[in-house]
Structure formats: C-alpha cells, structure tokens
C-alpha cells in the first residue's frame, strides 16, 4: 500500500531555496539541533565515525517511511565498522514536528513497532537543509573521515526493496572505508518536495 500512496507524493530534483555541494566539498558544520532525545546535537559529536549518512528526512512523507528499514538496517550493519546514520527533519509540517518525531523514532506509529536506531534531529529553522542543498526527502550526503562530501543523493535505485538493483549508498559507504572513491559520487534524490518555510 504504502508504495502506491508513493507513487502520488511530489517528486523534484531541484530547489531554489537551497544551495549546492560538489564532490570533495567541505560538509557544512552545524551545532546545537536538538533530537527527539531532547538532547542538543552537533556533526562534532560524531568525530570518531569514519563516515556519517546525513540524511534529510521527515514523518509524513511515504517515500521516507518506505526508507525506514533500509536505513534501520544499513545503522545496524555498519555500526561495528564505525558508520553513523544521523537523520534529521526539515519540515515543519504538524505531522513532522518534534513530538511526533518522538513517536516515530519509538516506533509507536509503526506497524512493527520497531524504533530507529540513530539519531533523528529536528532542524528547526531549516538552516542545516539550505546548507546542504537538499531538496527533498530522503536526501542523503555520506561524510567520509575528514569530513567532506564522498556521496550524496538517493539510497538506492528503488523505494520498493524487492526491485533495486543498484544500493547507491552501500555501494559508496564500501569504497569510502576501503579508502577508494565510490562508484558513483552523485545519484538524483527522488522522494518528497522539502517545505522551506517561504513556500508556505
């Protein structure tokens, strides 16, 4: 069900709002975004990671909740090799805000019950999002060691699991810690139109 409901969500690939990255670039810092922890959190609290998946999410949209697992499981696989996924929301839509992020992060509105695994920040005031470039949901950006831009775009090929054939960012996350440039270092994100506050 939920793929046909993403079927109908809005798809872009660009926004005026934000600005854009390249490959080798510097990942914008950022500090003092508070989780559904109720903790305040920073890219520095995540200095020992060898890489980061920063990716730009949210709760309503379909095409981020058919992402769960993937990234659930990509957090659960990668931890022991030092792979942080840190996501964060930059909607501020009364479905995305940070009280009923608590309740997706514990997994309360899930059919499954199953919470996320990493850390899911509230990007309040959009800042992180325009300095990112991002455009929609999900957006990913993968930070290797040094904490420059080694990937960024889509997770895979596919929002339906059974049908990808390429994994976009396990592919890159593999040649980031083997040392090696990934196979591919841009790929389109396709998912949900973020809603820069401007558009409202």
């Known amino acids: 069900m939920i ?33 559904t922890d109720d903790k305040e959190h920073g890219l520095s609290d995540f200095k020992d990671a060898r890489a980061i998946v920063l990716v730009f999410t949210c709760n309503h949209c379909p095409v981020v909740q058919a992402y769960e697992d993937r990234l659930i499981a990509l957090q659960k696989d990668y931890k022991s090799k030092g792979v942080q996924v840190v996501a964060v929301n930059v ?71 059974k049908q990808v054939k390429t994994h976009f960012l396990r592919d890159a996350l593999g040649a980031v810690l083997a040392g090696k440039e990934p196979p591919k270092t841009a790929t389109k994100a396709v998912g949900c139109s973020i809603k820069w506050d401007e558009e409202k």
Not at 9 to 14: K, S
């Open 3 to 35: 793929f046909a409901v993403a079927a109908l969500a809005v798809l872009v690939a660009a926004n005026s709002y934000a600005a854009e990255l390249k490959i080798g670039d510097d990942a914008p810092k950022w500090s003092g975004i508070i989780g």
């Open 91 to 161: 909607n501020n839509l009364a479905a995305d805000r940070l009280d009923k992020m608590k309740v997706r992060a514990k997994g309360e509105d899930r059919k499954d019950k199953k919470p996320l695994n990493f850390p899911y920040l509230y990007d309040r005031t959009q800042k992180i999002g325009r300095d990112y470039g991002a455009t929609v949901t999900p957006h990913v950006f993968l930070l290797c060691k040094d904490r420059k831009i080694a990937y960024m775009g889509a997770i895979d090929d596919n929002i339906n699991p």
